[in-house]
């Protein structure tokens, strides 16, 4: 069975190919996938490396977290399930504001004044 690795504090220069050497140390690397901006292309610096077997998983993680490469101490963990993102945009959390005091403002701090200026 593999196992995905999540792979962080990459420099934006390391690529692909130098992931792979580096984990093939330890096993056989299924797949290398660092993450870019999709508008700019560049790397956001973090990635994702799945190894052939959870063993050799485990033997990377052991390895290579706080491993020095291209001056930056890596970060290797196993990769959390990807959370489920909404598509829709527009609504960035702000909701309706409910007011819990007891206080006598129960209109959430607008004063009703809108023409103060």
Do not use: C, W
């Amino acid at each position: 069975m593999s196992l995905k690795l999540y792979v962080g504090n990459l420099s934006y220069t390391t690529t692909e190919d130098q992931i792979r050497e580096l984990f093939a140390q330890v096993g056989e690397v299924s797949s290398v996938s660092l993450i870019t901006d999709r508008e700019t292309g560049r790397a956001k610096g973090f990635g994702f490396i799945e190894m052939s077997t959870a063993e050799q998983a485990q033997e990377a993680i052991k390895r290579f977290n706080g491993y020095t490469l291209d001056e930056r101490a890596l970060t290797v963990n196993e990769a959390r399930p990807r959370e489920e993102r909404s598509g829709g945009g527009g609504n960035f959390g702000g909701g309706r504001r409910e007011n819990h005091s007891s206080g006598s403002r129960s209109s959430g701090g607008y004063s009703g004044n809108r023409n103060r200026f």
